[in-house]
DNA sequence: GATGAATGAGCATTCATTCAT
DNA sequence: AATGAATGAATGCTCATTCAT
């Protein structure tokens, strides 16, 4: 018989609170592969599994999918952001830093495919795009920030499958859109967490 | 409390054998909402739901998600292919019915973004919008086919939100494309099955 | 929409009752070879698919699943008796067709390890081979017949896998109790159904 | 009818990690009763039930059938390699152990009846009693190994019904192969986990 | 009598979310 | 704060059984 007093198995140390900012950048990492590979819909216990956190860790830090989605998605707009702030950057630049994001993160592209309904953080995301696209020095075209949301979603709609294929694709409806596009790349981060 | 004398457990009446057209079509009309709304993925058990009918008569009638997919989608691309036969047929008009279809159906929109893996049954789909357009006389357009593929893919990546919205968005990236889009219809059938 | 009082689909024609009893016949085939396949639970669906011939009449000839086992496994019985009344037939005679069952059929392998509960119709059974043997003129062996009916048990507990191996354990079970086996072999029947 | 206002779905207290252990050691008691009484292939649903645990509980402590049913049986080879550990051990003495398994677990008999292809664990473990038997003072018998674990089916195929027949059906089976069996009787554990 | 469709209970499995420690 | 286990609802799928025609 199994003594039902036996005692508890031994706790992991709770290592302060120094940890907790290292989890919570973890978790955004991981979140960020696994919403890139899979979407918007990956399944949070991979998330959590692959930061090497807790799930109650996850919950803590991000209180639905929705937060935890929003500070992967928040780096990617900010890197946009970044990227429109360089000296010289120009439309055609910042246009390959977003496509960079189309075609790597799954997730990204779910954001501008959100129902319109519970979502207000995607479209505050969403605004900041536009906002940055608004402010850029149009090299050449004359294209409304209305429309060059809609190619981005365009472009969006184009790109499937793996890699390779998908910077095909994206590079061919940008062309399709007789729209320049600058090349595909991230943006240098200072302290690339 | 349940009477655990309960004597007859109430069975809805076994209709028959005359149901089964009418289920199948019931189901069909079901799955075609459903996965509108929800897309592909969508459970199935809400589309047996939805049809009134028993989950096993779903599967009854289609042996898989993928069966159910291609009687909703193959009506999709039959009316396609009914609008690219139709005397006085062009191009605009039958993407004008195309885009019907993506306005209409997340479920549609999907199909242009499988994976090639393990599909077939969505990518001979797919041909066969392929080979429409292909047969389309071109009105003054010079698209290649797979440049007429790729711009549905991107209208299919700007729509989303509410019926009215999906329909402004598709026009205005059709018009950001530089393509003429007759207006958005399905086609009459005979018997509306 | 779909007239709800379209016309019944045609029926097939019912073709009379000489066909009852060919059904009967070809459930009983169908369920042997199901039977001896996946054993005795094996579904009764894939029992009238492979009968050709609907759920229902099934259930008319059979009203449950023992009904229809007894059928197929009243069939063996009726064979080893048959092979005991054989001119010449001897226990050693008689064993050889009791081990072809056995490793012919994993139903029959079933059969002498049921539940003794709700059986009946199993039991019947077992005793009618209890009788075979019993009455058999033993060649030889001083076994009572309790220990006969056990050691029939005892290599129906040894044979798995494909028949090749099947036959190979069985010899080796028989030969481990000391007791001859006649070739394992069926019996001729008049009417071979 | 329910009240469709029901505020809170009363969950049941999460009892904290405190019952871990207790909860995986109630799953493999309630396996080795359920897995006795129906064998390998009882619903898990039931043993989940019986652990009077949840099915998520389950299957986060063994990922499939396969690891439950390796838990369970695990522990009756254990006991039997046990037994022949123990100082004035004898196949005799050895092989009671093993029919003592073999009377109380419809599952140990399964074990011995798997088919080869997909199995590996369920090999293993067969492996280890023939292992153990291999090892043991042969206490005057000649017989091979194979012959053994041939026999061992044989006894196992010659039980069914309620204890006391399958222990009399037992002892009757190792006598008719003129085999000594000790007590059944299982093997004190220090532990008894 | 035969037919084949309808039905729902049952089982396996996954996952979001809560909570004691 | 972190942990990781517990929980059950949700979903896919199979099958025994009933029943109108």
């Known amino acids: 018989m199994t003594n039902p007093a036996d005692p508890a198995p031994p706790r992991p140390a709770n290592q302060g609170r120094r940890v907790a900012a290292r989890n919570r950048a973890a978790l955004i990492a991981a979140a960020r592969e696994v919403f890139a590979e899979q979407g918007l819909n990956a399944p949070l216990s991979a998330v959590a599994r692959r930061a090497g956190v807790g799930q109650g860790s996850l919950y803590r830090h991000f209180a639905d999918r929705t937060a935890l989605a929003s500070a992967v998605l928040g780096e990617n ?13 120009t439309l055609t630049s910042v246009l390959g830093v977003v496509t960079w994001h189309v075609t790597r993160s799954t ?22 795009v536009r906002a940055v696209l608004a402010g850029c020095p149009a090299g050449g075209h004359e294209l409304a920030v209305d429309d060059l949301m809609l190619a981005v979603a365009m472009v969006s709609g184009a790109v499937a499958g793996p890699l390779d294929r998908r910077e095909r694709q994206a590079l061919a409806a940008w062309r399709l ?10 943006v240098e981060t200072d302290a690339d967490v």
């Open 177 to 186: 859109l007789g729209i320049d596009v600058g090349p595909l790349r991230p």
């Open 77 to 89: 707009v900010r890197q946009i952001e970044r990227a429109a702030a360089e000296p010289g950057a």
């Open 107 to 128: 997730a990204f592209v779910d954001l501008l495919r959100l129902r319109g309904d519970d979502d207000k953080e995607g479209r505050e995301l969403s605004e900041r």
